[in-house]
């Protein structure tokens, strides 16, 4: 990873512009871990288009959508989502690796800036997420999605890395507890039912009761709910949070980030001490 060189830059620059130096520079060196190694990516990907083919083709004939229509478009938005979700787990497997290896400590010990190895790690993820997503929309079309085009696909591509970037820190908190990359994969037991008790693959009226009242507060539910609206394919619900699908696909993850961001931020300046 090369570093700017503090000799040569203009006594002008201030704390801001270092700080963005600092994050633009861990941000070049994980985008250069996944250029050097694609199979990551190629790994994170698996699950999801795994689940794609497998719920679209062997289960999609006997899965049900409420009111009809066709499996496939229910099912497209809940694979983008459960996509953004397991996304966690890859942070914290990330982080928790250079925490153990002594990468972090290294970065404490250099004239950077506190922020710079949080925020870069949240803007690397980012920028993952939407190659994630561009892959595997080029999936979903290949199979016969198509969604509505024009300012709802924004905003549905919006909603996506807004939760994704909600989760990061999750992941960031989460890496800094755990105490070794072992320990950290088995955050998929975590990841597996919050997803799964959700309307990923199913709608929730068509859960027993007290289960679909846990997957329609699920926040992932939320932003299923909500994209599905704005691709075109709205599902709808009884309830008030289903009614309100886009309002609380907003809502969550500033609930998630106002939660672990700090915690994150938090648990990372006590590493130290």
Partial sequence: MSAVDLTT?????????????????????GLTHYRRQPVNIAWQLGFPILSVL??????GSAMKVPGGGNYKYFLMPGMFVLTMAFGFVNTATIVVYDATKGVIDRFRSMPMA????VAGRGVTDLVVACAELAILMLTALAIG???DGGWGFLAAFGLLLW???????LGVWLGLLVPNPEAAGGLFAVAFPLTMISSIFVAPQLMPDWLG????????????????????????????????????????????TAVFLPLAVRRFQRLSR
């Fill in 213 to 256: 009242w846990v997957a329609v507060w699920n926040p992932i539910s939320s932003t299923a709910a909500a994209t599905r609206e704005l691709f075109g394919t709205p599902v709808g619900g009884d309830s008030w949070v289903e009614q309100h699908a886009l309002l609380m696909a907003g809502v969550w993850p500033l609930v998630l």
């Fill in 54 to 59: 497998l719920y679209g083709y062997v289960f």
């Fill in 163 to 169: 939760l994704r970037f909600a989760l990061i820190w």
């Fill in 9 to 29: 830059a203009p006594a002008a620059h201030g704390r801001t512009y270092w700080a963005l130096a600092d994050c633009w520079n861990i941000v070049r060196r």
């Fill in 114 to 117: 506190s922020s710079a190895v």
């Fill in 145 to 147: 999605w198509r969604p």
